[in-house]
């Protein structure tokens, strides 16, 4: 069984134990959350779609831990005037594990 749901304002995949990152999430790490911006859930060839979500059924998941993502590098040049601009920065992320659906 799998479901497409909306976590943090991106749309995931996902199966129980599962493991997934996702934008920071404002909770402790361990801390259980449940997300009901289900968008389609499969269970075994019967498909069900929501219009835009469907009603009473929750995604269930636990955080495992808070990082930062790998570097993102933007570097910035205009040909011929000597300009270039090299910058960077790591996003914060959260690591989460599906635990249920339904």
């Known amino acids: 069984m799998y479901a497409i749901v909306e976590i943090a304002g991106h749309q995931y995949k996902v199966q129980k134990d599962q493991r997934i990152y996702v934008n920071r999430l404002d909770a402790e790490e361990g801390a259980e959350l449940s997300f009901d911006k289900v968008m389609l859930t499969d269970n075994d060839g019967k498909v069900e779609v929501g219009a835009p979500v469907i ?15 790998d570097k993102v590098l933007v570097f910035k040049k205009k040909r011929r005037k ?6 960077g920065h790591r996003q914060y992320i959260s690591q989460i594990e599906i635990t249920g659906i339904g």
């Open 82 to 87: 000597g300009y270039q601009k090299m910058n």
């Open 55 to 69: 009603e009473g059924i929750k995604v269930n998941a636990k955080i495992v831990q808070h990082l930062r993502a």
